[in-house]
C-alpha cells in the first residue's frame, strides 16, 4: 500500500514539477530572447549570437529555476489530492506525514545532487563561455559598427578608413588611420596596413586596434625630418564606438577557486552556489504543511501564499548575498540564516496544522 501511495504521490508532484519548470524557464527564456534582440538591432551584437548567447543562458536559468519550480510541483499534487479528499483517505489507513516526506525527500535528494552538479561545476563553465562569446560578438560588432568602404572620425582626431571586413567580421582589410595631433612639430602621422583587428590588454582594460604588415609615415613631406617606418605588428590605443567592458564575471570563477578564499565577494559566491541545491531541499520542506487544504478552500489560496513565500525566500538570499560582499554580515553567517529561517516556520506550520501529532502517531 504504501509502496503504491510513493508511486502515486511522485507522479502527482513529478506532473506539476515539470510543468511548472517549462512555464518559468520559459518566460525567462523569453525575457532574455527579447533583451538580446534588442541588443542585436541596436548594433552592439550580431544577430548570428543572439541564438548561442541563449542556449548558454538557458543553463543558468535551470539552476535557480529548478528549486522554486520542484516546490511549487509540491503544492500542486498535494493540493489536489487534499481537496480530493484522497489524503483523509490516506489517513484513515494509517498513512502520516512521514510517509509523505519520504518518497518527497528522496526524489529531492537527487534532485538537489543533480542540480548541485549543475550549480557548482556546469554553471560556472557555461557562464564563462558565454561571457567568451559575448565578447568576441562585441568585438565583432564594435568593428562592423566602424564600417567599411567610408571615412570615420575617432575620438575627433582620428580619420578611420578601411576597404572592407572579413568574411568573418574579426578584422579590417586594407586601411589607413591618419592622426591630426602634432607630436613635438613632427607634424602629423599616417598609418597604412594590409589588416587590423581589436585586441584588449587584460591588466588595463584598453582597447588596442592591432595593425597588421604595414607602414607608419611620421613628418611633413619634404621634409628632412620626414620618417617611414615599416612594421609587422603595431598597435594603436583607440576607444571604439559601441566598446563596453566586458569583464571577468565572479559567475563564472570556477567553484574551486572559490573554496579557501578569504575575499568575500567570493565567499558569498560560493554560498549562493552552495544554497541553490539546499533550496531544494528547504522548499520541499515547506511545501508539504503549505499544501494542506480543505475541499471548500479556493484551489489557488494556497498557492498564491505559498509563491509569495518562495519570492520571499529567494529575496533574502539575494540580501543576505549583498551583505555578505559588503561586509554587513559575517562570512561564517553569510546566507545559512535565510535557509535555517525557513525551516523554523516549516515547523511551526507543521505544529500549527497538527501534523506533528500525527507525525508520531503514522510511525
Known sequence: M???????????????WLVVTVILWLILVSNRMVRYLAEAAAGEIPGSVVFKLLGLKMVWYLVHVVPFALALGVIIGLGRMYRDNEMTVMASCGIGPRHVYKPLLAFGAVVTV?????????????????????????????????GAGRFNIIQGRLTFYAERLSDDGKQMENLFIVDGRRNNNKGQQLIKARS?????????GDDFLMLVDGYRYEGNPG?????????????????????????????A??????????????????????????SVIVLLFLAVPLSKSSPRQGRYVRLVMAVLLFVVYYNLLGAAKVWVEQGDVPPSVGLW???????????????????VCRFGRSA
Do not use: C
Open 2 to 16: 504504501i509502496r503504491v501511495f510513493d508511486r502515486y504521490l511522485l507522479k502527482q508532484v513529478i506532473r506539476g
Open 114 to 146: 543533480l542540480l548541485g552538479w549543475l550549480s557548482l561545476y556546469v554553471s560556472p563553465a557555461v557562464e564563462d563561455l558565454s561571457l567568451q562569446v559575448r565578447a568576441e560578438a562585441e568585438q565583432r560588432a564594435d568593428l562592423t559598427l566602424l
Open 196 to 204: 587590423a583587428y581589436r585586441k584588449r590588454d587584460e591588466e588595463s
Open 223 to 251: 621634409m628632412k625630418d620626414f620618417r617611414v617606418m615599416k612594421f609587422g605588428e603595431y598597435g594603436v590605443r583607440i576607444d571604439l564606438p559601441g566598446v563596453q567592458q566586458v569583464s571577468s564575471k565572479l559567475v
Open 253 to 278: 570563477t570556477p567553484t574551486a577557486r572559490l573554496f579557501g578564499s578569504s575575499d568575500p565577494e567570493k565567499r558569498a559566491e560560493l554560498q549562493w552556489r552552495l544554497a541553490m541545491p539546499l
Open 337 to 355: 540564516w535565510v535557509p535555517l529561517l525557513t525551516v523554523i516556520l516549516t515547523l511551526v506550520l507543521l505544529n500549527s496544522n497538527r501534523l
